[in-house]
């Protein structure tokens, strides 16, 4: 099975601030992942599919990056409503397996 | 409009066994592999289990294979999860997704208990 280890488990930023999140994944994916904002209570959303490709809707300021075994997810400038939880999962192979989750909350 | 709605979830005891339902309208379900995905309380996302659009292909996690099954009905428009021998690290809210549109259901609470 392919483990995804993403870093960091949670951070604390403010308004405006740039944020990276990795993922890297225990053997090569290709660009077989997606990025997940989840809210409290809700379901996930997807905001980055095949690594890279910003979803139909999803703000400028999210981007992703990488390929094979790591892969980023960036927020640009944090607004409010970016405070969530975040996860990759990879879909090369099954099972399919999800990051650990990083939680950005507000400083 | 999309939806997928989940049902059955309930508090159940261990070793006991329950039928999750997830009716989908909005899109050519038929189509579409569907997902079981569950988070346990406080914790993250862990994948459980897929279907393929016509039923042939499935695939579980490895903490849920041999009790686990998934299926779907496409006359109903409906997948199921059933699932067999339940234990205290069953409990999550269980969501089914369609992973390719990104379409997701509002999850309904399994709690395993005695």
């Known amino acids: 099975d392919i483990q995804m280890t993403q870093s960091p488990s949670s951070l604390s930023a403010s308004v405006g601030d740039r944020v990276t999140i990795t993922c890297r994944a225990s053997?090569?994916?290709?660009?077989?992942l997606g990025w997940y904002q989840q809210k409290p209570g809700k379901a996930p959303k997807r905001l980055i599919s095949a690594a890279s490709s910003l979803q139909s809707g999803v703000p400028s300021r999210f981007s992703g990056s990488g390929s094979g075994t790591e892969f980023t997810l960036t927020i640009s400038s944090l607004q409010p409503e970016d405070f969530a939880t975040y996860y990759c999962?990879?879909?090369?192979?099954?099972?399919?397996?999800f990051g650990g989750g990083t939680m950005v909350e507000i400083k | 409009q999309v939806q997928l709605v989940e049902s059955g979830g309930d508090v159940v005891q261990p070793g006991r066994s329950l039928r999750l339902s997830c009716a989908a309208s909005g899109f050519t379900f038929s189509s579409y592999a569907l997902h079981w995905v569950r988070q346990a309380p406080g914790k993250g996302l862990e994948w459980v289990a897929v279907?393929?659009?016509?039923?042939?292909?499935?695939y579980y996690a490895d903490s849920v294979k041999g009790r686990f099954t998934i299926s779907r009905d496409d006359s109903k428009n409906t997948l199921y999860l059933q699932m067999n021998s339940l234990r205290t690290e069953d409990t999550a809210v269980y969501y089914c997704?369609?992973?390719?549109?990104?379409?997701w259901g509002q999850g309904t609470l399994v709690t395993v208990s005695s």
């Open positions: 999962l990879q879909h090369d192979s099954y099972p399919l397996t």
């Open positions: 279907i393929s659009s016509d039923g042939k292909i499935k």
């Open positions: 997704a369609s992973r390719g549109d990104d379409y």
């Open positions: 053997q090569d994916i290709r660009n077989d």
